[in-house]
């Protein structure tokens, strides 16, 4: 098979855990730059990394990359490429665009004249000069970055946080790409519990039980690039095939989601129900002055409220302080919270072991990371 520059892009703060996803994968040959990792693969690399990407948020294919400071230099070097090898003569091609720090900045102009050149690359090849657009989507982007051009095909069509399971949403859902590199930070581990606190609509466990299940997140979905003529159905087939053979259907997990929100639990439960793993997931209506366990070794995964509305502040700041009070009983166990809220642990009582900076959406946030000890040998 031919061997393609593909692109897995993803939010900042999270390009490092995609790159490792890439590596487990067998894709080592790879870039690591912000927003996105570039790395080599074939047809078959398409489907595998869209199958199993838990924390990228698209997979791209990279058409040609460039410098260009004149719109005459964009529309040559884009007709240069090879458009001819991946678009049908009825391809629906929009075409999007992004520019930042570049002499070429608008961003429409852009998008026209690219538009305009694979249309006449394509004149060439098909020897037509109207095309209807009626056939399979190729999303197409025009990305400038100080003058450098980057020019892709959307491979994922809907983001790869659409897992496929989450069709009813809470007021303010957590992604699931998000969820999924919490987890994968905080190295649990399938033999050891997890309990989210704040559950919400069940997205965490949810990505908890995947991951422990290694069950592949694309499995409940489709992606933009199977309803390509270029592409064969089989090569799809044998890598969802691959996915549901790696499934580890003998483990067992001891996952929790609790929430004083009965409405927002029924959510949670049929999501679970969605993702095929309600049975490895215990919900409970239960607020967190009433959380105890007598568990040990432990992880508390959680992406408790930020209070960035000027009237949920005071609210916001004594569930701060409850949760240092209630979290402090669990000796053994590990803690893991995401917020955006700067004042956080003073509030909590306890300074983070460590804390990285991650983007909820458009909200910059923390995720505070406090150690506990290691559970004894067996």
């Not at 489907?47 to 410098?67: H, K, P």
């Not at 004249?113 to 657009?133: D, L, P, Q, R, S």
Request: with cysteine; proline share 4%; hydrophobic share 40%.
């Amino acid at each position: 098979m031919s061997q393609f520059e593909l692109i897995a892009t993803a939010a900042f703060g999270l390009e490092s855990l995609v790159a490792k996803e890439l590596r487990d994968l067998g894709y080592t040959e790879q870039k690591v730059e912000n927003g996105k990792v570039t790395f080599r693969g074939d047809e078959k690399a398409i489907c595998r990394t869209n199958l199993w990407l838990r924390q990228a948020e698209r997979v791209l294919v990279q058409i040609g990359q460039f410098e260009a400071r004149t719109f005459e230099e964009l529309f040559e070097r884009t007709k240069d490429l090879p458009w001819d090898e991946w678009l049908p003569a009825e391809a629906c091609f929009p075409v999007q665009g992004k520019s930042v720090k570049s002499t070429l900045f608008s961003v429409s102009d852009c998008q026209a004249i690219v538009k305009k050149a694979i249309v006449e690359k394509m004149k060439e090849k098909y020897k037509i000069n109207w095309f209807e657009e009626n056939g399979p989507t190729y999303p197409i982007e025009v990305g400038l970055l100080k003058d450098v051009v980057t020019l892709t095909i959307d491979t994922s069509g809907v983001g790869l946080h659409k897992r496929g399971y989450r069709k009813l949403v809470s007021r303010a859902p957590l992604r699931e790409t998000l969820a999924a590199a919490m987890i994968s930070l905080s190295r649990w581990q399938a033999e050891r519990v997890l309990i989210d606190p704040f559950c919400g609509s069940g997205t965490i466990p949810i990505e908890a039980a995947l991951q422990g299940l290694n069950m592949a997140p694309g499995l409940k979905r489709n992606f933009i690039a199977e309803e390509w003529p270029n592409f064969s159905p089989k090569l799809w087939e044998e890598a969802r095939l691959e996915a549901k053979d790696l499934i580890r259907r003998d483990v067992v997990l001891d996952l929790a989601g609790f929430d004083c929100d009965k409405e927002v639990l029924s959510l949670a439960r049929y999501h679970a129900q969605e993702a095929g793993v309600e049975k490895y997931i215990h919900f409970q209506e239960r607020p967190l002055a009433d959380f105890s366990t007598k568990k040990k070794y432990g992880y508390l995964i959680c992406n408790p409220p930020y209070g960035e509305r000027l009237e949920e502040k005071s609210t916001v700041e004594r569930l701060y302080r409850e949760m240092g009070q209630v979290f402090s009983k669990l000796e053994t166990w590990s803690f893991y919270i995401l917020t955006a809220y700067l004042d956080f642990e003073r509030l909590f009582g306890r300074r983070a072991n460590k804390n990285r900076k991650l983007y909820n959406g458009m909200i910059k946030c923390y995720y505070y990371q406090f150690f506990g000890p290691k559970p004894p040998r067996r």
